[in-house]
């Protein structure tokens, strides 16, 4: 797609010329459109729950006016909807901070096993409400060049979708090796595996589950309390810190997902 500009030189001798300008605008238009879905994405996903609560209170101020049972369980729900906007506002400006940050390389001394351990700490009670165990095999430390709360937030959000959407009864697994030279990164690395024993994911969804709001099944990840920005957060962070993502699932057996770091 081109504008093109045609200007009259004025030229002393009579004859007639003109200047014509070429500007190729595809790359400007591609960009405009992004932000457009973008923002009709953010849109969307904010009233919907803006519209639950409008919902509940039209029922608090009407026929549950008078029902203290009903009450309870409305504010409940707004509670519940109003959580969900709230962690999608914090994932929104997760994303938004990453993306300023793309050229600033972390600097931080990091010891993944640590960190690893303390993350699973945190998420071990709500995994065991869910029926969930977790397991992890620690190396004595695995050093790594990062960001601590990027790098938390990176295991969270792993573990957290393995128990979100892995078995009920079920296995979260995790691993982290060293790896002498890794070939894309041309050095020694650390290779973090969150494993699940759930449904897996079809093939044709596994390309695009790092798309900002790509769900594979958007009404079990509403009533999950997902945000769809997971997955998209994970990626930025990975990709600050020069490391790879894979995500790897077979349906009916479960699915893997594997960010590598390089080592310190
Ligand atoms: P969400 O907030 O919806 O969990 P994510 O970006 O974290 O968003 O994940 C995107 C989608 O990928 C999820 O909605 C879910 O459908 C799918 N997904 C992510 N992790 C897993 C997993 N371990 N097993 C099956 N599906 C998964």
């Known amino acids: ?105 972390p600097t931080d001394r990091i010891d993944m096993a640590a960190l690893v351990s303390e993350t699973i700490g945190m998420l071990r009670p709500g995994a065991e409400a869910d029926a969930v165990e977790i397991r992890f095999d620690a190396p004595a430390s695995a050093q790594v060049i990062g960001d601590r709360d990027q790098l938390v937030q990176i295991v969270s959000n792993l ?16 691993s982290l090796l060293h790896i002498d030279r890794e070939p894309v990164l041309r050095g020694p690395a650390w290779r973090l595996t969150v494993s699940d024993t759930g449904p897996g994911i079809p093939p044709e969804h596994v390309p695009r589950l790092t798309e900002r709001f790509y769900r594979v099944d958007t009404g079990r990840s509403r009533t999950q309390g997902g945000t769809g920005l997971g997955l998209a957060i994970v990626k930025h962070i990975v990709n600050r810190h020069r490391g790879r993502l894979r995500i790897e699932s077979v349906e009916g057996q479960g699915t893997e997902v594997t960010v590598i770091l390089p080592a310190s």
């Open 159 to 174: 573990i957290e979708n393995a128990i979100k959407y892995g078995a009920h009864p079920g296995i979260v697994s995790l």
């Open 1 to 105: 797609l081109f504008e093109v500009t045609v200007s009259p030189i004025p030229v002393p001798d009579g004859r007639r010329q003109v200047l014509l300008v070429f500007r190729d605008l595809s790359e400007a238009r591609a960009g405009e459109s992004m932000r457009r879905d973008f923002v009709g994405n953010v849109s969307h996903e904010l009233k919907t729950p803006l519209t639950a609560i409008m919902g509940f209170i039209e029922t608090l101020q009407g026929p549950a006016r008078d029902d203290p049972k009903g009450r309870d369980r409305f504010l409940a729900l707004m509670a519940q909807e109003t959580a969900r906007m709230n962690r999608l506002v914090s994932d929104l400006l997760s994303l938004s901070r990453l993306e300023g940050q793309s050229r600033k390389r």
